[in-house]
């Protein structure tokens, strides 16, 4: 089956610097990438996804996400962190179907002010 | 924006006993999914759901749960004899169409004693 590795658990940053979260796929045939943010005591909320297209993905409140099939990577971005970003960041791949849409282990992004 | 109810929002119960968890997906949605999270960490894939019957399902997915559309509109989970290791939060979720992306329910906290 499909897989995402995030290789980090934490990451944080100070308000108003860039900020990455990063993500590694593993899945035959094409990705179909995903971008999922968790606020505490809620359910997963979607920021963006990648099926095909530009690589540069744009979604919600600011964020982007950059596909490079080289690397089977796909990052999430923001050029400048906002404290209310704090959260937990999932990232998720779908298979073909995408009746199993795996997710990563999560990122717990801290913005500090 | 149209939501994914799940209900009760917390579920206690003793070890052995059968739990439901109910799910109203969003009514023009026919991909449903079942996910887990365990103490905020790895959100981990039960099963999915199309056309009335089970398109996939994990290795956490044994026999002991089932799911069931009762009457078109709900989509419930069912753990036949619960153990300590089923407390979690279960997530409800749905989608329109392959390849887009999942609405969430706000989760069933169920804890097992």
């Known amino acids: 089956a499909q897989s995402v590795a995030q290789p980090e658990d934490q990451v944080n940053v100070a308000e108003g610097n860039p900020l990455t979260v990063k993500c590694t796929y593993s899945?035959?045939?094409?990705?179909?990438l995903f971008w999922y943010v968790q606020y505490p005591n809620r359910g997963l909320q979607f920021l963006l996804k990648?099926?095909?297209?530009?690589?540069l993905v744009k979604g919600s409140y600011g964020f982007e996400a950059e596909f490079n099939k080289s690397q089977t990577s796909f990052h999430l971005k923001k050029p400048s962190a906002l404290v209310s970003d704090s959260a937990l960041y999932f990232c998720?791949?779908?298979?073909?179907?995408?009746?199993?849409?795996?997710f990563g282990a999560g990122t717990r992004l801290t913005v500090k002010p | 924006e149209p939501e994914v109810t799940q209900t009760p929002s917390h579920q206690v119960t003793q070890m052995g006993q059968e739990v439901i968890l109910r799910c109203v997906p969003i009514?023009?949605?026919?991909?449903f999914y079942w996910y887990r999270q365990i103490l905020g960490q790895k959100v981990e894939f039960l099963v999915s759901?199309?056309?009335?019957?089970?398109?996939?399902k994990s290795e956490i997915f044994d026999d002991q749960f089932s799911v069931e559309r009762p009457d078109g509109s709900n989509f419930t989970l069912k753990i036949r004899s619960t153990k300590l290791e089923d407390s979690a939060m279960y997530f409800c979720?749905?989608?329109?169409?392959?390849?887009?992306?999942?609405?969430f329910g706000s989760g069933t906290q169920l804890s097992v004693l």
């Open positions: 998720a791949v779908g298979g073909y179907n995408n009746n199993d849409m795996r």
């Open positions: 990648y099926i095909t297209g530009d690589n």
């Open positions: 899945v035959s045939g094409n990705p179909y």
């Open positions: 759901f199309y056309n009335n019957e089970i398109s996939e």
């Open positions: 009514s023009n949605h026919l991909y």
């Open positions: 979720a749905s989608s329109d169409r392959v390849y887009e992306k999942l609405f």
